[in-house]
């Protein structure tokens, strides 16, 4: 188990393990882009929060994004906002008895839609965690550059629409998904990836995509006095349950209890030493 050195940031500890070159597109950003991410959820006006998930694999959504998905939802709950998740039919069930309020958008959806909902809810923010956004091509790619678009909900397209009206943050860890447009040069130069060009307001980089969604949470905790970072016992249980409905590991394709090729095992050390970290002051 590697524990917490003192001077280890939160983004040191989220970026551990990093094996797709996401800790050299770190010095592109803020030194402290969790904490950062953090006091922007913090300046918002209670109300809506919207968060997005969920990235298509071989016939399933992929075990990255939902669970770190959820860990955000719950501590926004704790500090008084109101999450309303964003998927796709390739989420459905993920997020029953989380008592979270859930949207599922068609892959057919078109502007409209997106209109509606934003105006139904005027949400005071919006996150998107491990989710799909679309290439300077208009297509949505996997890591391996094939196109996913068929199966893909347009969700990125309130990314796009409200821009600049909506304050945004999105989480990533390949430079595929939305949020990852405002270092898309970088990617597409540092990865030999086709990157997404969907911005976000505050990039949020990690070795995985929940991991991200954790560093966030631990820098609320940190920020509000709140003990938010979820248990692990609780994230193996909820990933097992993904698994269960219809989810698989993105990397290894199997289903499994694990995210992007690592055991839980990782998944622990991450959330211990987050654990250690929220307890120090900022």
């Known amino acids: 188990m590697k524990s917490v050195s003192e001077n280890e940031t939160i983004e040191d500890i989220i970026l551990r393990h990093s094996n797709r070159g996401m800790s050299d597109i770190r010095f592109y950003l803020s030194e402290d882009y969790c904490t950062k991410a953090a006091r922007e959820i913090l300046s918002w006006e209670k109300g809506y929060v919207f968060l997005t998930t969920g990235f298509y694999v071989a016939g399933y959504a992929e075990t990255d994004g939902p669970v770190g998905t959820v860990a955000l939802a719950h501590a926004l709950v704790k500090l008084g906002y109101t999450p309303v998740i964003i998927t796709d039919e390739y989420c ?100 030999s990836l086709e990157p997404c060009v969907i911005p976000a307001d505050i990039s949020v980089i990690a070795s995985v995509s929940n991991w991200g969604a954790y560093g966030i949470v631990t820098a609320l905790g940190k920020l509000s006095g709140i003990e938010l970072v979820p248990k692990y016992e609780w994230v193996r249980s909820f990933i097992k349950k993904t698994v269960s409905i219809g989810s698989i590991d993105g990397v290894t394709k199997d289903r499994s209890v694990s995210v992007d090729g690592k055991n839980m095992s990782i998944e622990y050390e991450i959330l211990d030493a987050l654990h250690t970290e929220e307890s120090v002051p900022i």
């Not at 997106?114 to 679309?134: A, F, H, Q, T």
Request: glycine share 14%.
């Open 92 to 191: 459905r069930g993920f997020f029953d008895n989380e008592n979270i309020r859930i949207i599922y958008i068609d892959i057919m959806a078109g502007e409209d839609k997106i209109d509606e909902i934003v105006k139904k809810y005027k949400p005071k923010g919006m996150i998107s965690v491990e989710r799909c956004g679309r290439n300077k091509f208009g297509y949505y790619a996997n890591m391996r550059g094939e196109d996913i678009s068929e199966h893909t909900a347009p969700i990125d397209e309130m990314f796009i629409r409200y821009q600049g009206i909506v304050p945004t943050i999105g989480v990533g860890d390949g430079g595929n998904e939305i949020g990852m447009g405002k270092i898309a040069g970088v990617i597409s130069r540092k990865l």
